[in-house]
T-cell receptor, first 114, second 114 residues
Framework: AQTVTQSQPEMSVQEAETVTLSCTYD???????LFWYKQPPSRQMILVIR??????QNATENRFSVNFQKAAKSFSLKISDSQLGDAAMYFC???????????FGAGTILRVKS | KAGVTQTPRYLIKTRGQQVTLSCSPI?????VSWYQQTPGQGLQFLFE???????NKGNFPGRFSGRQFSNSRSEMNVSTLELGDSALYLC?????????????FGSGTRLTVV
């Protein structure tokens, strides 16, 4: 079974600075999808960025980018120019090639200091 | 367009009772998935419905059940509630099942069992 590990329960970053959230996963499959979701206090899970395993190029969405290391099974999220609105719980998630369920990590609380 | 709508937003039930939660997907989305979120277990997959059929099921006891209607709206039911069922229940909709389609989550139903 696939597992997702987020080793940082909590992270802090100064406004306008850069922060990196870590995620590792375990799978025997070669084709899959990886996601970062943000959950603010409103509780709604919001998709931040997604990466397709067969694409070597790292995904980027504005201030958010990933460092996808397939061989190391690592999928970290970099947030540049951090804003107060980035404060939330961030979840790393895995989805297999058949589009079955999302497997989530335990989450990382991100605090942004002004 | 309207997002994923979950009702009710909050619910308090007594141990032993049963409860029904509702999820209206984004218009045109035919796949609905349910997740349970607790501080101890994190986010866990409950089940997924597509075209009124259960496509996938997580490792939850038979007290947890669901269904999907012809308009793609979904309900999940928990019978004989236990204190451990207290959680945030999140619904996610997708255009279709499968890896190429992303999820959009609702804001969840917070269930408290007393």
């Amino acid at each position: 079974a696939q597992t997702v590990t987020q080793s940082q329960p909590e992270m802090s970053v100064q406004e306008a600075e850069t922060v990196t959230l870590s995620c590792t996963y375990d799978t025997s499959e070669s084709d899959y999808y990886l996601f970062w979701y943000k959950q603010p206090p409103s509780r709604q899970m919001i998709l931040v960025i997604r990466q397709e395993a067969y694409k070597q190029q790292n995904a980027t969405e504005n201030r958010f980018s990933v460092n996808f290391q397939k061989a190391a099974k690592s999928f970290s999220l970099k947030i540049s120019d951090s804003q107060l609105g980035d404060a939330a719980m961030y979840f790393c998630a895995y989805r297999d090639e058949y589009g079955n369920k999302l497997v989530f990590g335990a989450g990382t609380i991100l605090r942004v200091k002004s | 367009k309207a997002g994923v709508t979950q009702t009710p937003r909050y619910l308090i039930k007594t141990r032993g009772q049963q409860v029904t939660l509702s999820c209206s997907p984004i218009s045109g989305h035919r796949s609905v998935s349910w997740y349970q979120q607790t501080p101890g277990q994190g986010l866990q997959f409950l089940f997924e419905y597509f075209s009124e059929t259960q496509r996938n099921k997580g490792n939850f006891p038979g007290r947890f059940s669901g269904r999907q209607f012809s308009n793609s709206r979904s309900e999940m039911n928990v019978s004989t509630l236990e204190l451990g069922d207290s959680a945030l229940y999140l619904c996610a909709s997708s255009l279709n099942p499968g890896r190429n389609y992303g999820y959009t989550f609702g804001s969840g139903t917070r269930l408290t069992v007393v």
